[in-house]
């Protein structure tokens, strides 16, 4: 544990809290700055601290154990508790260094994508909307997991609002996700009402070990858990409750977009996770078959049927956002299969993902910051005008696909293998399928920017016009990170192991590396 | 000459009574029903009322939106800085107790600073929404139609 030995003790003991803390009031203050480049590099500071404080929380809790920080100094169960454990800690690692490598990609492209009166209260809203997303991630009390995805969700809502001044169909979809958000909200809060019903705590723990005393309890436990499934469910984007995020992920900044992706609806699948296997318990019959059967059903589904509209989209920005709710299938098949061996690929693909569609959607953004272009017909020549960038692209794409040596594979390997395990060899064919479905969507975007000359303008062919180093650094960061975990996947992979260990805490030990 | 003078004279009669309502409502709150949201939505009802009934050039006028903006950030970093100010102290967050000797004494100051940033949080809130939608320019001027 040398790596602890550099952080000094306070914050090793309150980390759970200034986690949230820091950006919250931080964001607060920031609504009243009026300079833009002081709220962003105090957005950025924030951001690495959350990160460094995040990654002591990941060295502490990667043995097992879990932190428990009394809020208000109330021991649990009846105060709040922040509860940090193998579970919780890498995906907040994740969210705040996707937050720090977003932002730096965010000076030059909130400059060119929002208006500048708005652009400080940008940075407020994105500190809040990151201080949601940690507070959903860490707190172990069920009631204030709703008040933080409110707050996350409100904040991101403006975000999307914001991308008006470049796209005004910003706002539609920004209402659009408004009026869904809060139906997903209210389902989960009504689930938490019955919850609390039926077990008379709001303590996480609590209730899982009242749930399980009761044995899973009476008919009012069972409602809850199909409200909180179908709230959860908005939020993630499982597959037919998917329709506000291809609107959301189009007509966003750019900036929005990529940190959207990678972490807004991993937050919802971490919270999924912890409802499904650490309150509930996966031994009941009625979770047992809920989850057997809808989060594998609507995960097929999803990694079919949204597989195939990304292949008809004919804006990138949407194929991208297809792609998710594809992938977000993915996960909810591993997690759906209810074995550790499927968590831990669930849990896997959750990270893999996010870095892959972050360096994706960024690039997106660059080349819209530099040409102005989102149409896939429009992405012709790139090769040539922005190698750097379609470079960084097609690592992240063929990654996206599966290709072998990169992120991708390696979780996708991990949950064919998961399936396997359980005799469902349909669910491999499956997997096989929707990554071809993947060729032929990224096939079509590579194609246009790898085998067509770049376009003619006025007589002259489009001169090369790289993205700037602000934004080349987070998606080489991301599409190196893409390809070292395709090399060398032994931290991440124990990660994610040791993540399913504490939601099946009886299953055998687990295979350490991918090829076992 | 003027046609609203009876509600003008009662308004201006009425408005100092709700701010003292909200007041007494807000430091109140630790004994009997009440507390800090509820008293920003009257001291805002306040502001709203005269608003209402002077016009709204005279509320802006009486309360500036930029003072408003400045109370909706100011709320939150009262409640979050009384939470540093008992980290500071050697405490949990926002663990009240060791703002006092007592801390049962502790405990009452802590809820008393609280209660105070939502108090400036709510009623700068809700003006702020007034004021959004008071101030919305329609898009064709009623003469134009």
Not at chain 1, 497 to 503: D, F, I, M, P
Not at chain 2, 64 to 79: E, K, Q
Request: aromatic share 12%.
């Amino acid at each position: 544990m040398d790596l602890l030995s550099f952080f000094p003790e306070w914050v090793l003991t309150h980390g759970a809290a200034l986690l949230v803390v820091l950006p919250l009031l931080l964001g607060a203050a920031l609504a009243v700055v009026p300079s833009e480049n002081a709220a962003w590099a105090i957005s950025l500071i924030v951001a690495i601290l959350c990160s460094l404080i995040a990654f002591a929380l990941c060295v502490q809790t990667f043995g097992g154990e879990s932190l428990t920080y009394a809020m208000g100094g109330w021991d649990p169960p009846h105060g709040i508790a922040y509860v940090i454990d193998s579970l919780s800690a890498p995906v907040l690692f994740l969210i705040s260094l996707m937050a720090v490598l977003c932002l730096l990609y965010a000076l030059p492209s909130v400059r060119a994508e929002v208006e500048p009166k708005k652009r400080a209260p940008f940075y407020a809203a994105f500190l809040t909307c990151l201080a949601g997303l940690l507070g959903m991630v860490t707190t172990g009390d069920a009631f204030n997991v709703f008040v933080f995805l409110e707050v996350s969700s409100i904040s991101t809502y403006v975000l999307v609002g914001m991308g008006a001044s470049r796209d005004r169909r910003a706002l539609n979809a920004s209402f659009n996700y408004l009026i869904l958000g809060s139906i997903g909200a209210t389902f989960f809060v009504v689930g938490l009402g019955f919850l609390y019903m039926e077990t008379g705590t709001l303590n996480m723990a609590d209730m899982a070990r009242i749930l399980r005393d009761l044995d899973g309890g009476s008919r009012v436990a069972q409602v809850a858990f199909a409200f909180i499934i179908i709230g959860l469910g908005l939020k993630l984007a499982m597959f037919p409750l998917h329709v506000w995020l291809p609107g959301a992920y189009a007509h966003s900044p750019s900036f929005v977009t990529a940190f959207l992706a990678s972490t807004a609806t991993k937050a919802a699948l971490y919270l999924l996770l912890r409802f499904t296997f650490t309150v509930y318990d996966f031994e009941f019959n009625y979770v047992n078959s809920s989850v057997m059967f809808l989060l594998v059903g609507f995960g097929i589904a999803g990694m079919v049927f949204a597989s195939l509209q990304a292949i008809f989209q004919t804006d990138a920005r949407r194929t991208l956002a297809f792609s998710s709710v594809a992938q977000v299938g993915y996960m909810l098949l591993g997690i759906g299969l209810g074995t550790a061996a499927g968590a831990a690929a669930g849990y896997l693909h959750l990270i893999n993902h996010a870095v892959i569609k972050g360096a994706l959607f960024i690039c997106l953004g660059a080349m819209w910051y530099r040409f102005g272009i989102t149409r896939i017909a429009d992405f012709r020549g790139l090769s040539k005008t922005m190698p750097w960038t379609m470079g960084a692209f097609t690592i992240s794409a063929l990654s996206l696909i599966g290709v072998p040596f990169t992120a991708g594979f390696v979780s996708k390997y991990k949950l064919a293998a998961a399936v396997a395990g359980e005799g469902w060899w349909w669910a491999v064919g499956v997997i096989v399928v929707s990554s071809i479905l993947a060729i032929i969507y990224m096939g079509n975007i590579l194609k246009e920017a790898y085998f067509r000359e770049p376009p003619i303008v006025n007589g002259e062919v489009v001169a090369r016009n790289e993205a700037p180093l602000m934004m080349l650094i987070p998606m080489w960061a991301l599409a190196l990170a893409s390809i070292s975990i395709g090399l060398n996947s032994d931290v991440i992979v124990a990660t994610a192991n040791n993540a399913a260990e504490l939601l099946f805490p009886l299953a055998d030990a687990l295979p350490g590396g991918i090829f076992q | 000459m003027n046609p609203h003078v009876i509600l003008r004279v009662v308004a201006k009669f009425l408005i100092p009574l709700i701010v003292m309502f909200a007041f007494y409502v807000q430091f109140h709150g630790d004994y009997g029903p009440g507390g800090g949201f509820q008293a920003g939505v009257i001291l805002a009802a306040a502001v709203i009322l005269y608003a209402l009934i002077f016009g709204l050039d005279a509320a802006k006028k009486a309360v500036p939106p930029a003072i408003v903006r400045i109370g909706m950030s100011l709320g939150v970093l009262f409640y979050g800085g009384t939470g540093v100010v008992t980290w500071l102290l050697g405490a949990n967050y926002l663990e009240y107790g060791v703002l006092a000797s007592d801390p049962a004494d502790g405990q009452h100051y802590g809820i008393l600073a609280v209660e105070l940033g939502v108090l400036f949080s709510v009623a700068s809130v809700m003006v702020a929404i007034f004021y959004a939608f008071g101030s919305r320019q329609p898009d064709l001027s009623d003469e134009d139609w």
